[in-house]
T-cell receptor
């Protein structure tokens, strides 16, 4: 099983809303990641959690707030987003940082 | 630098072989990957190669690695319409905190 599950698949939110993206893996991986992908571009790294601790924040605005409640779950809390934040948000995991990395199918976010 | 480069587009006929090329920068990369992304989907880990290997074959897929030239290629034999997708090569870049560094992606179009 190399599955990373993301919910919801699609999300439309206004600029004043608060919403959360969820990610789950049951492969026993200890590194989990959030990426942002704009159309026709490669994914861009946002955050890295290693052993449930935030280890990398790639200068992401504070309107994006990650959370790792346990080793299987990763959330991304969204608040006061801008239309330019509309993108595909991908979660990924690997055994450790730098290992084989598996991606979920993403959440397609539209900010209106 | 940390650039991983790929050509933007490749068009082949069904049944032909496809070869997607990639150049990378970090000579100390331990893994080099190929990911496939179909429209509206996440990234599927298609195959990977360890840096101490020259070639890896997996059914219709052949990965060739030339470490001297920092060149990676993916050959798809008997290309099918279902192979139409964007293909990203990626390296684990030690200069980027052991994180994935992606190429810009090659859009493969398979014509019937």
């Amino acid at each position: 099983d190399t599955e990373v599950t993301q919910t919801p698949k699609h999300l439309v939110m206004g600029m004043t809303n608060k919403k959360s993206l969820k990610c789950e893996q049951h492969m026993g991986h200890r590194a989990m990641y959030w990426y942002k992908q704009k159309a026709k571009k490669p994914p861009e790294l946002m955050f890295v959690y290693s052993y449930e601790k935030l280890s990398i924040n790639e200068s992401v605005p504070s309107r994006f707030s990650p959370e790792c409640p346990n080793s299987s779950l990763l959330n991304l809390h969204l608040h006061a987003l801008q239309p330019e934040d509309s993108a595909l948000y991908l979660c990924a995991s690997s055994q450790d940082r730098g290992g084989l990395t598996y991606f979920g199918n993403g959440t397609r976010l539209t900010v209106t | 630098g940390e650039d991983v480069e790929q050509s933007l587009f490749l068009s082949v006929r069904e049944g032909d072989s496809s070869v997607i090329n990639c150049t990378y920068t970090d000579s100390s990369s331990t893994y080099l990957y190929w990911y496939k992304q179909e429209p509206g989907a996440g990234l599927q880990l298609l195959t990977y190669i360890f840096s101490n290997m020259d070639m890896k074959q997996d059914q219709r897929l052949t990965v060739l690695l030339n470490k001297k030239d920092k060149h990676l290629s993916l050959r798809i034999a008997d290309t099918q319409t279902g192979d139409s997708a964007i293909y990203f090569c990626a390296e684990i870049n030690n200069n980027a905190g052991n994180m994935l560094t992606f190429g810009g992606g090659t859009r493969l179009m398979v014509k019937p």
